[in-house]
C-alpha cells in the first residue's frame, strides 16, 4: 500500500516547499491517476508560480 504522506514547510520567505504525497496525472478529461510524488517542488506566494529547486 502506499502512502499520501507528504511535507510543506517554509524554507524562505513567502515560499511553501512540497515534499512527498503524491500527483495527479490526468489522460483525458474523465480519467486520472496518481502516482508517487519523487521531486520536491516550490510554490511561490508573491509570483503565483510553481517551479523545482536546484540542487
Not at 502506499?2 to 524562505?12: L, P
Not at 513567502?14 to 517542488?41: A, F, H, P, Q, R
Amino acid at each position: 500500500m502506499s502512502s499520501i504522506y507528504s511535507k510543506a514547510y517554509y524554507k524562505e520567505q513567502d515560499k511553501i516547499y512540497i515534499t512527498g504525497g503524491k500527483l495527479c496525472v490526468m489522460g483525458n478529461e474523465k480519467s486520472e491517476e496518481y502516482i508517487e510524488n519523487l521531486d520536491d517542488y516550490v510554490l511561490d506566494l508573491v509570483n503565483l508560480t510553481w517551479s523545482r529547486p536546484t540542487i
